[in-house]
């Protein structure tokens, strides 16, 4: 057997072995979680301005942990996205979306969902098929699904980047750029992407009522989304003062607490079946 020495130090690779596998918020954790079914999805409605009518949802994931409790994406994502379990994660997110959107399409009730895709999801050449075939296995179209990617995980490595979102786009699923104005997207980047919609961040929404540069920056991407023939959803929108700005600006859409929080589908199905009825 290996010699252990007591005084030996912690080599690097036992460090990372200790953080990706017997972290209980590890790559193990998490693969085993979603055999588990621990994960579990968050619908947050995605809102027309002005009148508030709901346009479709954004899935947002959520993982009860057996001895942690309830874990917020941001614990446990950007290790998904460093050890590759965000591929399985991510297909699975997909399909409980898919599953939901087919339960509502029995019901008459028809919309779309947004889905969260990370940079490591577009270096796989296959990715684009495996998404369809999830979706096309629930009866549903690519086309009810947007998959929501930041600026950075869009730009970085363009090129291999680029045509996976080709391939995506090819198979009708929309895309969108989330958190706008946080990267360093060029316009003339921008206009190489194949996307149909910006979400511009919280960060500049919250603070629009009050701050006359966030406002300017949200007036310039109300511009550019009307010249790129673009979607354009304000994320973060929590007060009516907000929302006003926001219609001033003339932003179309919007997303945030005050038009209703993230929920269980359970909770979003009765209300939409009511308004088809
Ligand atoms: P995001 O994509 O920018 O999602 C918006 C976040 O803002 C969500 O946090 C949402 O609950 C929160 N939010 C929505 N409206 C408001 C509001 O009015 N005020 C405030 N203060 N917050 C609001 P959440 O659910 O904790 O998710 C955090 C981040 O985790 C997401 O940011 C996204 O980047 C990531 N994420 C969530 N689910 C997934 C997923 O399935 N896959 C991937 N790759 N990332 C995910
Ligand atoms: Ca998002
Ligand atoms: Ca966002
Ligand atoms: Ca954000």
């Known amino acids: 057997g290996t010699l252990t020495k007591p005084w030996r130090m912690t080599s690097l690779n036992e460090l990372l072995d200790r953080i990706v596998h017997k972290n209980p918020l590890g790559a193990d954790a998490m693969a085993r979680g979603i055999e588990n079914d621990e994960f579990f999805l968050h619908l947050q409605p995605k809102v027309a301005l002005p009148g508030g009518r709901i346009t479709g949802f954004e899935a947002l994931v959520r993982w009860e942990h057996p001895q942690l409790g309830l874990q917020s994406p ?71 699904f947007i998959l929501e990617l930041t600026e950075t995980a869009a730009v970085t490595n363009l090129v291999d980047a680029l045509d996976i979102l080709v391939r995506l786009r090819l198979k009708d699923f929309a895309l969108s750029i989330d958190d706008f104005g946080t990267g360093y997207s060029s316009l003339a980047q921008l206009q190489r992407l194949p996307f149909s919609e910006l979400k511009i961040d919280r960060s500049f929404v919250s603070v629009s009522a009050t701050s006359t540069e966030a406002a300017n920056t949200i007036r310039a991407t109300v511009e550019l989304a009307r010249r790129l023939q673009l ?23 919007a997303q945030g607490y ?4 993230p929920e269980p589908a359970e909770v979003w199905g009765p209300r939409l079946r009511q308004r088809v009825e």
């Open 74 to 144: 941001v614990n446990f994502i950007p290790l998904a996205e460093q050890t590759g379990v965000i591929e399985p994660l991510t297909r699975w997110v997909l399909g409980r979306a898919a599953d939901t959107l087919a339960d509502w399409k029995r019901e008459g009730v028809e919309t779309r969902i947004a889905v969260n895709v990370s940079a490591r999801n577009l270096m796989s050449l296959t990715v684009a098929d495996e998404f369809a075939q999830i979706v096309k296995a629930r009866g549903l179209e690519c086309s009810s």
């Open 231 to 253: 979607d354009l959803v304000a994320e973060g929108v929590e007060t009516e003062t907000v929302e006003r700005t926001l219609i001033d600006l003339g932003v179309p859409h």
């Open 258 to 261: 005050r038009y209703g929080r």
